[in-house]
């Protein structure tokens, strides 16, 4: 008598994995929006930061421009 044998396809990522990865994103969501928001605050002093990320965002974009006169900026 010839055995068969039945191969079933498994999932690339198993279903543990899957429920795990579900529960932690919101947590990790939220502890991103928080470490965004705490550098964007620290560094907001930084000129480089300021020109090159905090000018670019629409909504707040023209709270940091600088609109001081060439004559009264000290270098």
Do not use: C
């Given at each position: 008598?010839?055995?068969?044998?039945?191969?079933?396809?498994?999932?690339?990522?198993?279903?543990?994995?899957?429920?795990?990865?579900?529960?932690?994103?919101?947590?990790?969501g939220m502890?991103?929006?928080?470490?965004?928001?705490?550098?964007?605050?620290?560094?907001?002093?930084?000129?480089?930061?300021?020109?090159?990320?905090?000018?670019?965002?629409?909504?707040?974009?023209?709270?940091?421009?600088?609109?001081?006169p060439a004559?009264?900026?000290?270098?």
């Amino acid at each position: 008598m010839v055995r068969v044998l039945k191969i079933q396809p498994q999932g690339a990522v198993p279903a543990s994995a899957v429920h795990t990865l579900k529960r932690w994103v919101p947590s990790l969501g939220m502890w991103g929006v928080g470490a965004g928001t705490a550098v964007a605050l620290l560094m907001s002093a930084t000129p480089l930061f300021k020109n090159d990320v905090l000018i670019k965002i629409p909504v707040i974009g023209t709270y940091y421009e600088d609109h001081t006169p060439a004559s009264d900026k000290p270098f």
